[in-house]
Nanobody, 120 residues
Framework: QVELVESGGGLVQAGGSLRLSCVASGIIFSSNVMGWYRQAPGKQRELVAA???????NYADPVKGRFTISRDNAKTTVYLQMNSLKPEDTAVYYC??????????????WGQGTQVTVSS
């Protein structure tokens, strides 16, 4: 079992910055992917950014150049630095961890989510 605890959300004006953190605890495989997803009202949950245990990153096009994902493997913590925030970034942001095992085994764990609101 894995527990994910997010923090760092809040209300910010357009153009501002926020930093989200997600601490993972429990049974975490050495090979894993941690990521941030978001869900705005009336919309589907979507990938924001992800980072593998090896450090490979992936970003959604709308956040490229503005958001940076990083991780501290020793602390099993993932961060999302969000700069130049826009009202359309408003959403609940969820942390996700995927354990990767042999033979294509994958299992996902989700955090509770943290609200990010960007005012215009």
């Amino acid at each position: 079992q894995v527990e994910l605890v997010e923090s760092g959300g809040g209300l910010v004006q357009a153009g501002g910055s926020l930093r989200l953190s997600c601490v993972a605890s429990g049974i975490i495989f050495s090979s894993n992917v941690m990521g941030w997803y978001r869900q705005a009202p009336g919309k589907q949950r979507e990938l924001v950014a992800a980072i593998s245990s090896g450090g490979r990153t992936n970003y959604a096009d709308p956040v490229k150049g503005r958001f940076t994902i990083s991780r501290d493997n020793a602390k099993t913590t993932v961060y999302l630095q969000m700069n130049s925030l826009k009202p359309e970034d408003t959403a609940v942001y969820y942390c996700k961890l995927t354990n990767l095992g042999y033979g294509g085994y994958e299992y996902d764990y989700w955090g509770q989510g943290t609200q990010v609101t960007v005012s215009s």
